[in-house]
């Protein structure tokens, strides 16, 4: 497998609710933190003088998003509810320049997939009623406040694309 590594914790993300295209004007959750999957390519195993494995860069494997959120959200229906999810992940990170000042760059993860589990709080006195909640993704998209796209990953488009490669581009002029 080769895997393209990614910050994959982030912390004091604001998560909007994404209908037929329209995000919500307020966040339907604030202060959660995301772990983010990691880009995995499948590999293929060819017989050749034994077996040798072979990245296949057109496939990746399943993404699944981890969110923590505070269980008794009232936004939590509207959020982990049934059928496919479409979010827009939101925070903001302290970049250091080159001539030393730091400045701050916002930074969106689109996503849409169906949640796999729901989350469930500590429900003991005094604790604070945290929980996660997975979400198996069909796509993600990642981008920051100056319109760079990091990657776009669409699984029923056939949509690969990583820095500004689309690894799908020759297959999908074939089909």
Not at 39 to 54: D, K, L, Q, W
Not at 103 to 120: A, H, I
Not at 121 to 129: C, D, P, T
Request: charged share 20%.
């Amino acid at each position: 497998m080769k895997r393209i590594n990614r910050f994959t914790h982030v912390e004091g993300v604001a998560v909007y609710n994404v209908t037929n295209g329209v995000q919500d004007e307020s966040p339907s959750a604030v202060d959660v933190s995301l772990n983010i999957p990691e880009i995995t390519f499948e590999a293929t195993e060819v017989p050749m003088m034994g077996s040798v494995s072979v990245v296949d860069q057109t496939r990746v494997q399943a993404l699944e998003l981890e969110i923590t959120i505070e269980a008794d959200n009232p936004n939590a229906t509207k959020l982990f509810g049934q059928g496919v999810r479409t979010w827009r992940c939101a925070w903001v990170e302290s970049i250091l320049q080159p001539n030393g000042l730091t400045d701050v760059l916002g930074f969106y993860l689109d996503v849409s997939g169906y949640c796999t589990s729901y989350p469930e709080g500590s429900k003991e006195l005094g604790s604070q009623a945290t929980g996660s909640a997975k979400l198996s993704l069909l796509s993600m998209k990642k981008t920051d406040s100056n319109n760079v796209i990091y990657y776009d990953i669409d699984r029923t488009k056939g949509l690969l694309k990583i820095n500004g490669v689309d690894y799908r581009e020759n297959i999908n002029k074939l089909l």
